[in-house]
């Protein structure tokens, strides 16, 4: 009968083999990770006094709506994004304004956070509104910033990858006569962006599983 004892240096060759392969691979691992860096998807500031690219849309009861380039009520440069109409030639009774635009998710973003100033005009015996959409889905509906610009941010988690849209718009749930607008600027959509390893790291990988590799055949061959 062979004793048993003579199967423990390659048991513990093959659990110290084990021990080695943990670490490096390990080393690898943290070589490989990186930290996340935010990138902007896509920002506007108006100041280049340009809102063609935006498109206006409207609610049935308003026959003309308005996008335009606001230079008298702005939260910072000389510009800012106007959404409006005229009532009663503009349209009557409760309606919106909007302006949208489109945004690329790339792949690999995550946690996408949008950003803007926004603000809506006075009314008397009405609300003004302004709103914000993304994909149609409404993250403000919020009458309480009125003359004065408000810092509104909104976290739209993961995005799937491709094109979406941004829709700023004011609302109003009266109009009887005169102008109805919100007022938006420094729109950011920013996202975390995966760090791509350093080809170091792949150097440091592949180093530390050859190192393995080498005192496993080192050991098995006693």
Do not use: K
């Not at 083999?17 to 080393?27: G, I, N, S």
């Not at 409760?94 to 926004?118: C, K, P, Q």
């Not at 810092?151 to 491709?162: H, K």
């Amino acid at each position: 009968m062979v004793p048993i004892n003579n199967f423990s240096p390659p048991l513990e060759s093959m659990r110290m083999t084990l021990r080695y392969v943990t670490a490096a691979l390990a080393l690898g691992l943290v070589g490989l990770s990186g930290t996340a860096s935010a990138a902007t998807v896509f920002s506007d500031n108006f100041e280049d006094g340009d809102v063609s690219d935006w498109s206006v849309s409207r609610s049935v009861n308003i026959s003309l709506p308005v996008l335009a380039i606001r230079t008298d009520s702005v939260h910072a440069g000389t510009s800012a994004l106007w959404t409006y109409f005229d009532a009663p030639n503009g349209g009557t009774g409760a309606g919106y304004v909007r302006a949208s635009h489109d945004f690329t998710a790339i792949a690999g973003a995550t946690n996408f956070m949008l950003e803007l100033w926004a603000r809506s005009s006075p009314c008397q015996g009405c609300t003004m509104y302004f709103d914000v959409l993304v994909d149609g889905q409404q993250l403000a509906h919020d009458g309480s910033a009125q003359s004065n610009f408000t810092e509104r941010t909104f976290s739209l988690g993961t995005l799937a990858t491709g094109t979406h849209t941004l829709t700023l718009g004011m609302y109003t749930d009266a109009a009887s006569s005169g102008r109805f607008n919100a007022t938006f600027d420094d729109v950011v959509i920013s996202a975390n962006i995966a760090a791509v390893p350093e080809p170091e790291s792949y150097a440091m990988l592949l180093a530390g599983l050859g190192l393995v590799s080498m005192i496993a055949r080192r050991r098995l061959s006693r």
